[in-house]
């Protein structure tokens, strides 16, 4: 069976450029969640979709925003990226929206320079 | 104070040792709670909810103190293995559906 998947696996870019990421939950999972981590911290909540509508929203910047499409995949878009936004992003999936278990793909390793 | 803390060690412990870490967090209303693993550059990986009455997977054992907000996970026969970040996670309750990490305890078994 396959798991979370998200590309690209890593990616470089430039500060005050753009970036999408993209994430596909486990088949049958309905609801999609962000999360960023640097180095030596937690993962830190970003964004929660389910059913493609946006259920609950990190201390994060407008400079992020996401979507999730009909067939549940979902992107993470940042604006005008900063050398802090340096971090591995980890998509998480669940059967449904609020508390239930959560299931990390392998994560995307962004490096903004 | 953080809203979920962990003693960040690292613990180094021998083969076979017994190893128990501790997680406090700060919302009384919190009803989640999971201890995921996270091995180094790689995605954390969920080992496993945390109940009120406790509960035990194998040589993993957590235990869950509402009265005091603290949530434990114990190894047993801890295997080379087991070495990676232990993660502490609990809901925050105020309908963001958002879940709050501690930073993470690392575990390293030695030979």
């Known amino acids: 069976d396959a798991g979370v998947t998200q590309s690209p696996t890593h990616l470089i870019k430039t500060r005050g450029q753009h970036v999408t990421l993209r994430c596909s939950p486990i088949?049958?999972?309905?609801?999609v969640s962000w999360y960023q981590q640097v180095l030596g911290q937690g993962p830190q909540f970003i964004f929660q979709?389910?059913?493609?509508?946006?259920?609950g929203r990190g201390n994060f910047p407008d400079r992020f925003s996401a979507r999730q499409f009909p067939n549940y995949s979902s992107e993470l878009n940042v604006n005008a990226l900063l050398l802090g936004d340096s971090a591995l992003y980890l998509c998480a999936s669940s059967p449904v929206g609020g508390y239930t278990e959560a299931f990390f793909g392998q994560g995307t390793r962004l490096t903004v320079v | 104070r953080k809203e979920v803390e962990q003693d960040p060690g690292p613990f180094n412990v021998p083969e076979g040792a017994t190893v128990a870490f501790n997680c406090t967090y700060s919302n009384s209303a919190s009803q989640s709670f999971f201890w995921y693993r996270q091995d180094c550059r790689k995605e954390p990986k969920l080992l496993m909810s945390v109940y009120s009455s406790g509960n035990e997977d194998g040589r993993f054992t957590a235990q869950l103190n509402r009265a005091s907000q603290y949530i434990s996970l114990l190894i047993r026969d801890s295997k080379l293995s087991d070495s990676a970040t232990y993660l502490c996670v609990v809901n925050n309750p105020s309908g963001t559906y958002k879940y709050i990490f501690g930073t993470g305890t690392r575990l390293k078994v030695l030979a």
């Open positions: 979709y389910y059913e493609k509508e946006e259920r």
């Open positions: 088949s049958g999972h309905k609801s």
